[in-house]
């Protein structure tokens, strides 16, 4: 997948970098926040290769990518990265959205590492489990201890990797709010605070608090630090700013975040985790079937990123957490819901996407089966949400948790069986019926199937009157069906209906009179925009992006309006097998949806594309 080429195109539908004031990303979503909102083309966007789907929420524009956003982000950032970086937000969405969006953004780049020490924490569990089966202990071999130091590295040296995040949202140095965390962490300073002897700075007394693995106390000392920080940049004189900024910053923060930040911050981790529990021991059913039916609700919204801190601090605190295994409910819910979905349906591109997002959900990403299926078709949202608040509850009344900051699915399940016998057996019981419950739901209650709708738009006059309109092959050759193609993106119809043709002349020709919309730089893929209405996405080659270009000549700019059988781009096919790439071009209408179907069919000298529309005069 051409990840600079994603990357163009969003930032082009956006209205072009000049229109972003600022751009981060989570797990699975661009976040950008917009100058003028309606400069943004969220039809287009949606149809790019590898977005999911588009969301407006909160005054921001959501691109959703699933896994692929960091790579996303990262081609955005070479394209756009000073605006990013430097823009101001003109769009007003409230103080407290922009709090909490702030907020989250400290944890969204670290949840890749906690996720994946939960993960390792899971292999190491289902380790000792399988030991313990055959009478060995495994937790004090070398190999354990290593794996294990690995697992908890994160949460011990947390106060440092948050600094660097901190820093980062708040626009102060990282290395120095680095140092500051690793302060905290350091060995001596450890020792010094579990001493039995008072401690004190300068004869100030030092409140004793273990600081490693903690969480709030780094937040405030560094958004404290960017204030230092602004502040001796204006009264430093620039000769001697180099030395003075970083040794005032450290002999300034250091003695602050021991003797005020850092106590206040133990104080509101213990209140916040405090109030947690006093929720769950009201009721943990309650509590349980909350965020177990309403969490991924909250990822609609965006709100889960305000709730995720407190699973994390309540890790750092306690070495526990059951915030997951209640979101885990929720997410085996989208997961079975996604399932009946692909049992019952009668679309095939449904069925397609359908039986993927199950799969992707049940491995703790559930934006494609939220965005993709369920909140699209509504019935199966509400009975993923019913199932998951079920599944929740019955994880609130067994005492599940798990002993990491997991990623909730079926590969860290052994994370939750540490909590013993019955939480865990909760655990499980509540994750089946999430999953096997909304499954049947969906298929028992239905819902209103894309084939359906389709029939109902494609209802013509008595004259039954459809136009057919046939538009030549930009490429010679033998047709391909589409669906066989080896990239899926192009194979499961995604990004439309069209054809697949293996070439046997290199040469791209205008099928119709166009403009040229898009060539991309390495020339192996042009938007045309037909006039009689028709968009294609012409690509030459499967993966060819690697070819940076060589083996293709271009004859036509970007902007130009064409004639029919203008040469675009000329290619060697060759070349592209030498290079170990299958030259088989694609040709996809981009605009699908605006016809009845698009059919392929094999002429005598060249490709037809048939395109039959139906007339709604």
Same mark, same amino acid.
């Given at each position: 997948?051409?990840y600079?080429?994603?990357a163009? &195109?969003?930032?082009?539908?956006?209205?072009?970098?000049?229109?972003? @004031?600022?751009?981060?990303?989570?797990?699975?979503?661009?976040?950008?926040?917009?100058?003028?909102?309606?400069k943004?083309?969220?039809?287009?966007?949606?149809?790019?290769?590898? *977005?999911?789907?588009v969301?407006?929420?909160?005054?921001?524009?959501?691109?959703?990518?699933?896994?692929?956003v960091?790579? *996303?982000?990262?081609?955005?950032?070479?394209?756009?990265?000073?605006?990013?970086?430097?823009?101001? /937000?003109?769009?007003? @969405?409230?103080?407290?959205?922009?709090? #909490?969006?702030?907020?989250?953004?400290?944890?969204?780049?670290?949840?890749?590492?906690?996720?994946? &020490?939960?993960?390792?924490?899971?292999?190491?569990?289902?380790?000792?489990?399988i030991?313990?089966?055959?009478?060995?202990?495994?937790?004090?071999?070398? &190999?354990?201890?290593?794996?294990?130091?690995?697992?908890d590295?994160?949460?011990?040296?947390?106060?440092i990797?948050?600094? !660097?995040?901190?820093a980062?949202?708040?626009?102060?140095?990282?290395?120095?709010?680095?140092?500051?965390?690793?302060?905290?962490?350091h060995?001596?300073?450890?020792?010094?605070?579990g001493?039995?002897?008072?401690?004190?700075f300068?004869?100030?007394? *030092?409140t004793?608090?273990?600081?490693?693995?903690?969480?709030?106390?780094?937040?405030?000392?560094?958004?404290?630090?960017?204030?230092?920080?602004r502040?001796?940049?204006?009264?430093?004189?620039?000769? #001697?700013?180099?030395?003075?900024?970083?040794?005032?910053?450290?002999?300034?923060?250091?003695?602050?975040?021991?003797?005020?930040? %850092?106590p206040?911050?133990?104080?509101?981790?213990?209140?916040?985790?405090?109030?947690?529990?006093?929720?769950? %021991?009201?009721?943990?059913?309650?509590?349980?079937?909350?965020?177990?039916?309403?969490?991924?609700?909250?990822?609609?919204? =965006?709100?889960?990123?305000?709730?995720?801190?407190?699973?994390?601090?309540? #890790?750092?605190?306690?070495?526990?957490?059951?915030?997951?295994?209640?979101?885990?409910?929720a997410?085996?819910?989208?997961?079975?819901?996604?399932?009946?979905?692909?049992l019952?349906t009668?679309?095939?591109?449904?069925? /397609?996407?359908?039986?993927?997002?199950s799969?992707?959900?049940?491995?703790?990403?559930?934006?494609p089966?939220? !965005?993709g299926?369920?909140?699209?078709?509504?019935?199966?949202?509400?009975?993923?949400?019913?199932c998951?608040?079920?599944? =929740?509850?019955?994880?609130?009344?067994?005492? @599940?948790?798990?002993?990491?900051f997991?990623?909730?699915?079926?590969?860290?399940?052994?994370?939750?069986?540490?909590?013993? +016998?019955?939480?865990?057996?909760?655990?499980?019981?509540?994750?089946?019926?999430?999953?096997?419950?909304?499954?049947?739901?969906?298929?028992?209650?239905?819902?209103?199937?894309l084939?359906?709708?389709?029939?109902?738009?494609?209802?013509?006059?008595?004259?039954?009157?459809?136009?057919?309109r046939?538009?030549?092959?930009?490429?010679?050759?033998?047709?391909?069906?589409? /669906?066989?193609?080896?990239?899926t993106?192009?194979?499961?119809?995604?990004?439309?209906?069209?054809?697949?043709?293996?070439?046997?002349?290199?040469?791209?020709?205008?099928?119709?009179?166009?403009?040229? @919309?898009?060539? !991309?730089?390495?020339?192996?893929?042009? %938007?045309?925009?037909?006039?009689?209405?028709?968009?294609?996405?012409?690509?030459?080659?499967?993966?060819?992006?690697?070819?940076?270009?060589?083996?293709?000549?271009?004859?036509?700019?970007?902007?130009?309006?064409?004639?029919?059988g203008? +040469?675009?781009?000329?290619?060697?096919?060759?070349?592209?097998?030498?290079?170990?790439?299958?030259?088989?071009?694609?040709? #996809?209408?981009?605009?699908?949806?605006?016809?009845?179907?698009?059919?392929?069919?094999?002429?005598?000298e060249?490709?037809?594309l048939?395109?039959a529309?139906?007339?709604?005069?």
């Amino acid at each position: 997948m051409d990840y600079q080429k994603i990357a163009t &195109s969003i930032l082009s539908h956006v209205g072009g970098k000049e229109n972003i @004031s600022e751009l981060t990303h989570c797990f699975t979503r661009l976040r950008f926040v917009l100058k003028d909102p309606d400069k943004a083309d969220k039809e287009k966007i949606s149809r790019i290769e590898g *977005v999911i789907t588009v969301v407006e929420n909160a005054g921001q524009f959501q691109v959703v990518l699933g896994n692929k956003v960091e790579k *996303v982000f990262t081609e955005i950032e070479l394209l756009a990265g000073d605006l990013i970086q430097n823009g101001k /937000t003109e769009v007003q @969405s409230g103080w407290l959205n922009r709090l #909490v969006t702030q907020f989250a953004a400290l944890f969204t780049p670290i949840i890749p590492a906690i996720a994946g &020490s939960g993960m390792l924490k899971g292999i190491l569990a289902i380790a000792v489990m399988i030991g313990n089966s055959y009478g060995i202990d495994i937790k004090p071999m070398n &190999s354990y201890v290593i794996l294990n130091a690995a697992s908890d590295a994160v949460f011990y040296f947390m106060p440092i990797i948050l600094a !660097y995040s901190c820093a980062k949202v708040f626009k102060c140095n990282e290395f120095i709010a680095m140092i500051i965390g690793g302060a905290l962490c350091h060995p001596v300073l450890v020792a010094l605070m579990g001493g039995e002897a008072a401690v004190t700075f300068l004869g100030l007394p *030092v409140t004793k608090a273990s600081y490693a693995s903690s969480v709030i106390p780094i937040i405030i000392a560094i958004l404290f630090f960017s204030y230092v920080q602004r502040y001796l940049t204006k009264i430093i004189p620039e000769a #001697v700013k180099i030395i003075m900024l970083p040794t005032l910053s450290l002999l300034i923060m250091i003695p602050a975040t021991l003797l005020i930040f %850092g106590p206040v911050g133990i104080y509101i981790g213990t209140g916040v985790n405090w109030i947690y529990y006093f929720i769950m %021991g009201v009721s943990p059913v309650l509590l349980g079937a909350f965020i177990g039916g309403l969490w991924c609700v909250l990822v609609i919204f =965006g709100a889960h990123r305000a709730v995720v801190p407190i699973g994390i601090n309540d #890790v750092a605190v306690t070495g526990r957490q059951s915030l997951l295994a209640f979101a885990g409910a929720a997410n085996f819910s989208q997961a079975g819901a996604a399932l009946g979905v692909f049992l019952k349906t009668r679309d095939k591109n449904l069925r /397609t996407v359908a039986a993927s997002a199950s799969i992707t959900a049940l491995f703790g990403i559930t934006e494609p089966a939220i !965005y993709g299926v369920t909140l699209r078709l509504k019935k199966p949202m509400i009975c993923a949400v019913i199932c998951g608040a079920i599944g =929740g509850g019955v994880m609130g009344w067994g005492g @599940s948790y798990g002993t990491a900051f997991a990623n909730q699915g079926i590969l860290t399940i052994p994370v939750y069986a540490e909590a013993g +016998t019955t939480p865990f057996m909760c655990y499980l019981l509540g994750i089946a019926i999430a999953f096997f419950g909304s499954a049947g739901l969906t298929w028992m209650v239905g819902f209103e199937d894309l084939v359906a709708e389709a029939e109902e738009k494609t209802v013509v006059d008595d004259l039954g009157a459809v136009s057919k309109r046939m538009i030549s092959s930009p490429v010679e050759g033998r047709l391909v069906p589409l /669906t066989e193609v080896k990239d899926t993106v192009f194979s499961s119809l995604a990004m439309g209906k069209g054809i697949a043709v293996l070439p046997t002349k290199g040469e791209i020709v205008a099928p119709e009179d166009c403009l040229v @919309s898009v060539i !991309y730089p390495t020339m192996h893929a042009i %938007g045309l925009c037909l006039d009689n209405g028709a968009e294609l996405l012409v690509h030459i080659g499967m993966d060819t992006v690697e070819m940076k270009g060589e083996g293709f000549q271009k004859f036509v700019q970007v902007g130009s309006h064409i004639e029919k059988g203008t +040469t675009i781009i000329r290619f060697d096919i060759e070349r592209i097998k030498e290079a170990g790439y299958d030259p088989t071009v694609v040709v #996809v209408v981009a605009n699908t949806d605006a016809y009845r179907d698009v059919i392929g069919e094999q002429d005598m000298e060249i490709h037809q594309l048939q395109v039959a529309i139906t007339l709604l005069d």
